[in-house]
């Protein structure tokens, strides 16, 4: 018998125990003090590395709602928190298509302009040549999926740099969009129509959005116990049990908390929803085909994707349609929140705040410039940053020209972190 009493004969800890047990065979199980331990120090080892994760996006999104609220107390109101969660959709949209092109190492400049594009197109067709606006719609984004496979092609095929492509398409179809809409200047959309109701209808049942809340938050949780079993049995690192009950507890209570806040206003946006299918869709492509591995393949070196066999010209041309078609579709929520398609805001969308907003919200978020590194999810605390900065200003009454050179500054802090970061891993020998 055993002269150690219960713990070490592999009985029970007694109540309140949570430190190590050592059972019958000699193995010693960890108890979960030691992994919420060893996740804290995980955390400070990704930080002093110069990793970047959402914890320090998180930490900068609470000072700036902290500096807002303290300045203006209607900040943090249901009503403009939820008028948030609509005015992040168009350029998150366009944001999570750039994530696709920075995950290859390329870049694409012409998304403003495609945007635009897109929303004088669903303009003209609909109310001048009086098309249905589900055809209206079906034109508008397959335009922005034409106009990513001519930059593919060109960049893929031809050799030439994107960047001179994006930039030479950021002119063409914004002389377009001025072109289409010349004659008749401003046309205003249905205001009870499709395209008008992507920003204006919400779901006014409570349920609506403690469902989804409890939805996304079942899902992570089953998604990660799934990874973490999977990569038990290859004999990978895994997050422990700890970690995952952690993360999932924190995500409910943002999720909950956000449903109640939502619900507290008008409801659920539609908005809001589709923006969030399209992240999970977005990231289930990335992370869960064959072809998203390939993607962040491509990303991680040119020549040893080709030497895996990955089809390079292919894959470029498909990254670029991705980025085309989602520019189109947050063209389309940028004209449902104006109402309208203006030569105004096509000049705006296609060299100004859209293109950058889009390329920062990604950056912010966490995807590289670099390539090989990010995930759609990124974007959604990245916008989520950029849009908590220009709503406070605007509620401040902070004009335009101090804007533009805090959301520049914000940007080049990204960027800078990020290069930072790839200088700190490649100094411990990390790729």
């Known amino acids: 018998m055993s002269r150690g009493g219960p713990h070490r004969d ?73 008028n948030l969660s609509v005015d992040i959709v168009g350029t998150g949209l366009v944001a999570v298509g ?45 335009v922005g999926t034409a106009v990513g496979a001519f930059h593919g092609v060109f960049h893929a095929w031809l050799g030439v740099p994107a960047f001179v492509v994006t930039l030479a398409g950021l002119l063409i179809w914004n002389g377009l969009t001025l072109y289409l809409l010349g004659a008749s200047g401003t046309i205003n959309i249905d205001e009870e129509g499709l395209v008008a109701s992507l920003t204006s209808h919400h779901f006014g049942d409570d349920l609506a959005a403690y469902a989804v809340a409890a939805l996304g938050t ?25 970690e995952i009950w952690l993360r999932t507890g924190l995500l409910a209570v943002v999720a909950f908390a956000a449903a109640s806040t939502l619900n507290r206003f008008q409801g659920l946006p539609l908005a809001l929803l589709i923006f969030l299918v399209v992240l999970v869709v977005s990231d289930y492509v990335l992370r869960r085909t064959r072809y998203g591995r390939r993607v962040y393949a491509l990303g991680g070196g040119v020549e040893a994707a080709r030497r895996a066999g ?18 189109a579709v947050g063209g389309l929520f940028v004209a449902s929140g104006l109402t309208s398609a203006s030569p105004t805001t096509a000049r705006a969308a296609g060299s100004g705040m859209l293109l950058i907003n889009a390329i920062a919200a990604a950056v912010i978020g966490g995807t590289s410039l670099f390539g090989g590194r990010g995930s759609p999810w990124s974007v959604l ?15 401040l009454g902070v004009q335009d020209a101090v804007q533009f ?16 970061s790839r200088r700190a891993q490649a100094r411990r020998g990390r790729p």
Request: positive net charge; glycine residues 14%; aromatic residues 6%.
């Open 10 to 82: 592999g009985g029970p800890a007694g109540p309140g125990s949570a430190g190590p047990v050592t059972t019958g065979d000699g193995q010693r199980t960890r108890g979960w003090q030691d992994n919420l331990r060893e996740y804290a120090q995980d955390v400070r080892g990704s930080v002093r590395d110069g990793e970047r994760g959402p914890l320090l996006v998180i930490a900068g999104l609470i000072v700036i709602w902290i500096v807002f609220q303290g300045l203006d107390d209607k900040f943090l109101s249901p009503r403009n928190l939820s």
């Open 98 to 142: 750039i994530v696709f092109v920075l995950l290859i190492r390329e870049i694409d400049l012409s998304v403003g302009s495609v945007s635009g594009l897109a929303g004088a197109a669903f303009a003209v067709l609909n109310v001048n040549h009086g098309v249905p606006e589900w055809l209206a719609v079906i034109v508008a984004v397959a």
């Open 218 to 242: 079942a899902g992570y949780a089953l998604a990660a116990r799934r990874r973490r079993s999977r990569h038990r049995t290859a004999g990978m690192p895994s997050r422990s049990e700890a």
């Open 310 to 327: 990955i089809g390079v010209e292919r894959v470029r041309i498909a990254m670029f349609m991705v980025s085309g078609t989602l520019a």
């Open 381 to 395: 605390l990245g916008v989520v940053v950029i849009q908590s900065i220009a709503s406070g200003m605007g509620l």
């Open 405 to 420: 050179m805090i959301t520049g500054g914000v940007l080049l802090a990204a960027v800078a972190a990020d290069a930072l």
